[in-house]
């Protein structure tokens, strides 16, 4: 596996464009994200996506619907051995209620036939959750609540 397969995918994913986000994985591809993350409380989804159309479904129609405007993907690190990698980047963006995004994630991914097979996200969800909402909503109202527009 390259650095390259990697950096690619994630230029893709960050394109928004389906067509590009579901040729950078495998049919049966999993997502999993840290339970209440900003996006899965602000826009009420899973945070283990499985399969290719759930993940391009997010990607191309849900994540513009809360980060909106200025979104910025900057990699800090890239670790590859083998069939996994290891993925440092900062997220910046304008989220749907106007606040600033800004935000430093870590990825482990797993590739299979040179395709995303399986992707583990860890970030810092109180952080996110203040930038979104002003402070951290309490665990059983976070789900399904909006920004404020």
Avoid: K
């Amino acid at each position: 596996m390259s650095h390259t397969i990697v950096q690619n995918a994630f230029q893709a994913i960050a394109s928004n464009d389906p067509d590009r986000i579901s040729a950078v994985l495998t049919e049966d591809a999993e997502w999993l994200s840290p339970p209440g993350n900003v996006s899965v409380v602000a826009l009420g989804g899973t945070n283990h996506m499985v399969g290719r159309e759930a993940i391009v479904r997010f990607f191309a129609q849900d994540f513009p619907r809360l980060y909106a405007r200025d979104v910025e993907v900057t990699f800090h690190g890239l670790l590859v051995d083998g069939e996994r990698a290891a993925v440092e980047t900062a997220l910046t963006a304008t989220l749907s209620n106007g606040n600033h995004y800004s935000n430093d994630y870590c990825f482990v991914i797993e590739l299979r036939d040179g395709l995303i097979h399986r992707v583990r996200e860890y970030v810092d969800t109180a952080r996110g959750l203040r930038m979104a909402f002003g402070e951290v909503p309490p665990a059983g109202a976070a789900h399904h609540q909006q920004p404020e527009r």
